[in-house]
């Protein structure tokens, strides 16, 4: 069977009729709220990520984490924070993604966090640079119940790899990545559904065929090709690819443009959030340094957040005209080109 298709078939498998109903509701509001332009919401979200920490053993050049460029504090999700979250959205909730910022191999417990989901019978998905798969930390992992491990490799040498990957070694990524495939086959387990991340920028767009077949060597489920978000990008960079397929940008008069076409609605809007590992909620990926705070785990249940006044204005402004919103003008909901 495909490896694709079996990860498709297991995500489908955590589908309950309370979850199906939630989705419905969801994506009826959103339509609803696009055609009308009245920014109304049905259900709780289908999907969060989880920042177990904000801390990274590396110095990515366009990740607030790796510049340390943070102006919210660094710190570890607290575990009872965590599973009052879960506790709460469990019925509803399809999918968990625990990454937002930072390693998050780093969170002491992040095993526990995994199998916590997991056991609530939430697929359960995380994106890690693989410095710390031991193979103790590959056992643990596949036994967690993980559905899904992203991991970042940007390059098939050492050369190419810590160009972009600043403090990484490629040769950790390439021995955590045997571990977890390891531990899959000795444990007779099809999960998790290993994903090679590959991020195409300029220093290594020459080596992708090279990364399809290194995936295929190891014995890796999929290649994804991830096209690079620039920060300052209107100037240009020396990170944008020459392959103009694996660029979000366009070079216009003397000046780069997003090439996406800027659309006053967002889906994420209506069904994911990000939430901080301090219990902050907000709206994406997007707002890595958590300006716009819609809510806070600590002091709210999240259905209150969720329906409360700060969320409603968010989302009427998006509809309204989302060019008021300074993040939404770099955003091409992480396009990927799929290998």
Known sequence: MNKNYKDGLNLLSKVTPKKAWNAMQ??????????????????????ISFEPTTSCNLRCPECPSGL??????????EADLYRKTIDELADTLLYLIFYFQGEPYLHP?????????HDKGI??????????????KARQTVESGLDRLIISIDGTSQEVYQQYRIGGKLEKVLEGTRNIIKWK???????????????????????????QQLAKELGVD????????????????????????????????DRYTI????????????????????????????????????GDMKRQT??????????????????????????????????????
Request: with cysteine.
């Open 185 to 211: 086959k000795e444990l007779g387990s099809s999960t998790p559904h290993v994903i090679f991340q590959f991020l195409v920028v300029k220093p290594n767009e020459h080596q992708i065929a090279e990364v």
């Open 123 to 136: 697929y359960t998905a995380t994106s890690t640079n693989a410095h710390f798969l031991n193979d103790e």
């Open 68 to 77: 340390r460029s943070f102006t919210r504090p660094t710190g570890m999700m």
């Open 109 to 117: 417990s992040f095993i526990e966090l995994v199998k916590y989901a």
């Open 259 to 294: 090439k996406n076409e800027f659309v006053d609605h967002c889906w994420k809007m209506w069904h994911s959030c990000v939430i901080t590992w301090d219990g902050l909620v907000v709206p994406c990926c997007f707002d890595k340094d958590a300006h716009h705070r819609l």
């Open 302 to 339: 999240f259905r209150e957040l969720w329906r409360g006044e700060p969320y409603r204005e968010f989302r009427q402004t998006l509809i309204r005209s989302r060019s008021e919103i300074e993040m939404c003008k770099n955003c091409t909901e992480g396009t990927k080109v799929w290998a």
């Open 26 to 47: 969801v994506l009826g509001s959103y339509f609803y709220s696009k055609v009308s332009g009245k920014a109304a919401h049905h259900g709780m979200p289908i999907a």
């Open 222 to 253: 999929e290649v994804g090709l991830k096209t690079a978000q620039i920060y300052d990008y209107e100037q240009g960079s020396d990170l944008m690819p020459t392959i103009d397929k694996y660029s979000r940008y366009e070079k216009t008069g």
